[in-house]
C-alpha cells in the first residue's frame, strides 16, 4: 500500500523536474537575420530565398526580417509573401530599429509573416495605393480593381495569422497608421521588443509552423549577401536605375557632339546598368521623348535655329523624364512622399540640363546679333616669325600671318602693320 501511495509522488516529482528543465531549455541553433531596409526592389526576392537557402543549410531556428521600408514594387512583394508561405523556417517580421516604418508594401510583408513584431515608436500603415497628379502633388488610385485584390491580399494574410482583418483593410482603404504599442493592442502584431534579442526572449516556447520556437539565448547571426546581390540592391534602387538611364542619355549627347573623348561609352555603360537595375520594365514612350529630345538638342548644335530645336528638345526631354519616373501603381507601391523625392530626383538633372541650354542659347544669340566688329590692324604691331625678303610669316595677336614687307626684314624684328589685304598683312620694319 505505502509503494502503491509512492507512485504518484514520484511521477509528480518527475514531472516536475522535466517541467523545470524544459523551462530552463537554451536555443542550440541560430537564428539569423535579414536586413530588409531600402526601396521593395526585384533585388529583395533574391536576397530573402538566398537567406532562406542560408537557413536550411544551418538549420536556423527560425528566420527573421529587420523592415523599415517606404515600401516598393508590388510583385516583388507578393513574391516575397510566397516565399514565406513556403517556407519550412518560421519567418518573423520585425519593424526595427526605433524610428523605422514599414509602409505600404511593407506593411503587407509584415501582416504576411508567421511572427509579427515591432520596436518602440516605429509606424506601420499609409497602403493605400496612390499615384502622382499632373500638378505634382498625390491622389489616390480609384481603379477598384486593384485595390480590391489588394485589400483581399492583405486581409487574407491578417486571417491566416490571426490578426485583425478590419484593421488590414483599412491600411488600405483609409490610409490607416499605428505604431507599435496600437498595433499590438489592435491585435496587428503579436510583440514589442526594443531588440532582437528581446524578442527572441519574448517569442520563446511559440509554435509555429509545427515547431516549438526555443529561441531564449539563441545565436543570432546578421545574413550577409554575396557581392552581386548587394551590388544589384544598389542598382535595382529605382531612384539610382533613374538617374543612370537619365546620366546615361546625357552623357551620350556630349558622346556624339565631342566624339573622341570617351563618353559614349560611359553613356551606353550607365544606360546598361539602369536597364538592369529596373529589370528592364521601362516606359517605352518615355525613352521616346527623352530621346526625340536629345536628337533635337543635338540638331541645334549644328543649326542656325537660334534654340528653337533646343527648346523644343528640352521639353520632350522633361517630359520624358516625368513619364520615367518609376513610382507609376501598381508596379511602385509606395507612400506619395517618397514618390515626390523619386520625382524630384529624376526631373532635377532636366531642369539644371535646361537652365544650361539657356544660358548658352542666350549667349549664342548675344554673339550673333551682336554689332559687326571692324578688324583694327594699321597701326599695330607685330613680330616677324622668320626673314621677309619681302614676304613670310609674322606673329599678331597669338595668330601666324601672312606679311609682305617694304625692304627686308630680320627673323625676330618688330614690325608696324600698314594695311591688310584679305588674308595677308602689308608690314614695314618698325622705326627705331
Known sequence: MNRGRRMPAR???IALLFLLIAGQAQATGNVLMVDMKGTITPASDDILSAALERARAEDSLALILLLDTPGG???ETTEILRLIDESKIPVIGYVHPEGAVAWSAGTIILIGTDLAAMAPHTIIGSAQPVQLSPTGGTVPVNDSKTTNAIVALIEEKARKHGRNTTAAREFVLSNLNLNADEAKSFRVIEHIASSPEELMDQINGTRIKNTTLITQGADLKLFEPPINLLFLKLLSDPTIAGLLMLI???SLI??????GMGAEVFGLTALALGLIGLGFNVNVGAIFLILLGLGLILAELHSHTFGALAVAGLICVIVGSILFVPTSFP???VPGSYQRSMALALILPSLILGLFMAFAIYKV????????VVDVFE???AVALDRLDPKGYVLFQGEYWQAEAEGTVEMGEKVTIMSREGSKLRVMAKQR
Open 11 to 13: 511521477m509528480l516529482g
Open 73 to 75: 514594387g508590388l510583385a
Open 248 to 250: 546615361g542619355l546625357y
Open 254 to 259: 556630349y558622346g556624339f557632339s565631342s566624339p
Open 331 to 333: 508596379e511602385w507601391y
Open 365 to 372: 544669340a548675344l554673339a550673333r546679333f551682336a554689332p559687326v
Open 379 to 381: 597701326g599695330e604691331e
